[in-house]
């Protein structure tokens, strides 16, 4: 079982995106899959059509005060699990700044998960902040993958995650996270800008990016608001195709450690 966590401190870059789409696709082809929405946002959460949930979210067992295994719940589709997101998340996070283990209190929460092997892949999606619940998912996290939007300022939200990283390392929560993917998000064909941005972004990251690049689509950005994966609500549309390919790549890189 492998623990990776989907984060960019800039919201609007396709990450809750990715973290759906991904994980259904990889669902899709037999990997069981558990989709954490750590966003008090609970977007993740809303593309499941489950936002009017109360009490499943995360909130509890962060606290200690429910087994974590009680709060995953099933999806549409089959082999992928969902643990929602609600507002409490929110106070969770102040509840634990309070403790001497802030940074490692998602990681304690999931060993149950490592212990009995139960997902091939447990995905983080995390808020688009520097806040207490982003740094835990880092601290709990095999790897990252960031999903960086094909514009100008690319790199410069690369840089900060990059340093969050550092700190997490040296802070001795988690001294093997590192960025082990960069999926380039919202691409436009029709510019040089898309396509520039993602040549500086390979020149800087080398084989950690990715080559699928998911194409800005008006299908992507509705999907959500209908509480549907890209593959329920556009199956055959250039959103569906691209994050297929993405999987596809996905399963290649970390095929020696599939189970």
């Given at each position: 079982?492998?623990?990776i966590?989907?984060?960019n401190?800039k ?5 809750t ?19 954490i929405?750590?966003?008090?946002q ?8 489950m ?21 995953v719940?099933p999806?549409?589709?089959?082999k ?19 403790g001497?283990?802030?940074l490692?209190r ?8 490592r ?16 806040g ?10 095999d ?5 960086i ?13 990059v ?15 590192e960025?082990a ?8 064909g ?15 990251f ?17 999907a ?9 609500y ?14 596809d ?11």
């Amino acid at each position: 079982m492998k623990i990776i966590a989907l984060a960019n401190q800039k919201g609007g870059v396709g990450k809750t995106t990715t973290a759906v789409n991904l994980g259904c696709a990889l669902a899709q082809r037999g990997h069981r899959i558990l989709l954490i929405d750590l966003d008090p946002q609970a977007n993740a959460t809303s593309c499941f059509g489950m936002q009017d949930l109360e009490g499943e979210s995360l909130y509890e067992p962060l606290l200690r005060e429910a087994p974590i295994a009680d709060k995953v719940l099933p999806t549409r589709l089959d082999k992928m699990f969902i643990i929602p997101a609600d507002l409490d998340l929110a106070g969770a996070e102040i509840e634990i700044a309070r403790g001497p283990d802030h940074l490692t209190r998602l990681s304690e929460t999931l060993e149950p998960f490592r212990a009995d092997n139960a997902f091939d892949y447990i995905f983080l999606d995390c808020p688009p902040s520097l806040g207490i619940l982003m740094t835990n998912a880092l601290a709990a996290a095999d790897e990252l993958i960031t999903p960086i939007q094909c514009e100008f300022f690319a790199l410069e939200g690369l840089a900060k995650i990059v340093r969050v990283i550092e700190q997490v390392r040296k802070s001795g929560a988690n001294d093997r996270v590192e960025i082990a993917g960069i999926v380039m998000t919202m691409f436009d064909g029709r510019t040089n800008l898309s396509g520039q941005v993602v040549a500086e972004v390979r020149a800087h990251f080398s084989d950690r990016v990715y080559d699928t690049v998911i194409p800005r689509t008006v299908r992507l950005s509705e999907a959500p608001s209908f509480g549907k994966s890209i593959f329920e609500y556009d199956p055959n549309g250039p959103g569906a195709r691209a994050y297929r390919a993405l999987a596809d790549e996905f399963i290649r890189r970390h095929a020696s450690e599939t189970t």
